[in-house]
């Protein structure tokens, strides 16, 4: 075996590694054929919208309109279409629905574990730290029901790379560097907002800013370059974006959407519609709920790798990104609480969105399967590097 194959072997382990492991939980879909019932929308929904996307791409036409809803409606315009959502059209387009749903379930995660795993590299750490991040997180997608939750799966999946773009443009020497990962930063933005142009999206963008803290904080630049830079990435993401946004902008004024929960509480009560109201908190959790990560079946992160969570702290080189994307996974353990989301429903329904927050506090919990695995990372490279109190925690937590 030559020099140059051995170094591109290892290269390609972590990856091919993370890639496989996924390939195997979820073969069911991309083999078999199966879809699975154990979330409601799959089948009746995003089966049917994402294959009329594919079949009018593969014709030649933009789908602008769906003539199958009533009497025919936007198509384009609605944010759940797929319209623009790179693995939607491209999957759709290319295979049969059937075969497509399952390669599409199967992508995701996938991407999810890979793009980690680039962001980790990016990031200096080793490639067996990285590779365990990367597997911690797709395989905490593909073991659980989050694989077939498809806005949340993707949008997890896509911030990933985003943090793998952003670690990119704020480690480039010159602005035409910037300039171009600028644009991956906003390509991958706006595939976040594709997939799920809500929770998935403000989850993201809270995903990014913690990141832009900690690396723009790391090389302390110029204020004068640090402006400019933050103007470069806030440009892209709505200029890279047009295409997405454009026909989903004027759309949002004239749906029901733009009316907020309030005022569709209004509107029902006027229509005589028994619905609760939009203080009420929705879907929420209570406070042991992040040990589900450290159970199995379910979005099991792996009992090794959460065990090295708090020695991310330990890494000294690094220790700015584990105190910010702690600080953001704290956030979003927090927000999914009830006791929080009643304290807001109850003291702070002036603010605003807040209706958007109380509706469904527990989506939120996704920034967290995000946030551990990169933690996760950073422990075990404080380990490897024998930083001593990495691993005093590891013999604590496991004590």
Known sequence: MTPRLRRALAAAGGPLLIAGVALFLLRGFWLFGRVSLQHVDPLPFWLPMHCHLGETLASGSIPAWNPHV???????????????????????????????????VTLQPVLAGVGLYWFLRVEGLSRPAATVGGLALAGGIAASRVAVTLPFSGSVAWTA????????????????????????????????????????????????????IAAGGRVRPRTRVAWLRAALLLAALVLVNLAF???????????????????????????????????????????????????????????????????????????????????????CYLLPLRAVASAVASWGAWLPFADFYVH?????????????????ALGIEAWRRGAASARWVAVGAAA
């Not at 623009?84 to 387009?93: D, E, I, N, S, T």
């Not at 443009?169 to 991956?184: D, E, Q, Y």
């Not at 506090?361 to 695995?373: E, I, M, T």
């Open 245 to 331: 946004l454009a026909p989903r902008v004027p759309y949002l004024a004239r749906s029901t959407l733009s009316l907020g929960y309030g005022g569709l509480d209004a509107l029902a009560a006027d229509l005589g519609s028994p619905v609760g109201s939009s203080a009420e908190v929705g879907a929420s959790v209570s406070p042991p709920w992040i040990l589900g990560f450290a159970t199995a079946p379910g979005a099991y992160l792996g009992m090794a790798a959460l065990l090295l969570v708090p020695a991310a702290w330990a890494l000294r080189e690094r220790r700015r990104l584990a105190i910010w994307i702690g600080a953001f996974a704290l956030l």
């Open 70 to 104: 009533l009497g025919g409606v936007p198509f384009a315009a609605d944010p759940q279409s797929g319209w623009m959502y790179l693995p939607a059209m491209l999957l759709y387009a290319a295979l049969p629905c059937t075969t497509a749903f399952g390669w599409f």
């Open 360 to 376: 469904e506090p527990s989506r939120f919990r996704y920034g967290v399967l995000l946030a551990l695995p990169i933690l996760a």
């Open 161 to 212: 790379v985003m943090l793998g773009c952003a670690a990119r443009f704020f480690r480039a020497p010159g602005w035409s560097g910037r300039l171009g990962w600028s644009v991956a930063v906003a390509a991958a933005w706006g595939q976040v907002a594709a997939a799920h142009l809500s929770h998935g999206l403000v989850v993201a963008t809270l995903a990014l800013a913690a990141y832009a």
